[in-house]
């Protein structure tokens, strides 16, 4: 059994910052890369930003020089610092690991179910 758990979400006002966090545990083997989704009331599922193992990352472009993701490999813990929040980041925060289930024997990806991030004044 694979659980992605996210914490950290909250009301912050637009100018803000916020830092979520997803911390993986379970049988894992082997992680190769965590993202973090949001998805807003009536709008699809986005990604925000990846971080590979090796600590390659890509965001989105909407959050490009606001938001920084990292990781802590010894904890399979990923985060999210989001600077300079803007309402338009209202949104569920979602966490996703691309892993090895060394129970399984088996790649494959999990999600977790979200926490929520509220940027209003």
């Known amino acids: 059994q694979v659980q992605l758990v996210e914490s950290g979400g909250g009301l912050v006002q637009p100018g803000g910052s916020l830092r979520v966090s997803c911390a993986a545990s379970g049988s894992i083997g082997s992680i190769y890369s965590m993202s973090w989704y949001r998805q807003a009331p009536g709008k699809q599922r986005e990604l925000v930003a990846d971080i590979t193992s090796g600590g390659s990352t890509n965001y989105a472009d909407s959050v490009k020089g606001r938001f920084t993701i990292s990781r802590d490999n010894a904890k399979n813990t990923v985060y999210l610092q989001m600077n300079s929040l803007k309402p338009e980041d209202t949104a569920v925060y979602i966490c996703?690991?691309?892993?090895?289930?060394?129970?399984?024997?088996?790649?494959?990806?999990?999600w977790g179910r979200g926490t929520q991030v509220t940027v209003s004044s």
């Open positions: 996703y690991a691309d892993l090895m289930n060394y129970r399984t024997g088996t790649r494959r990806n999990y």
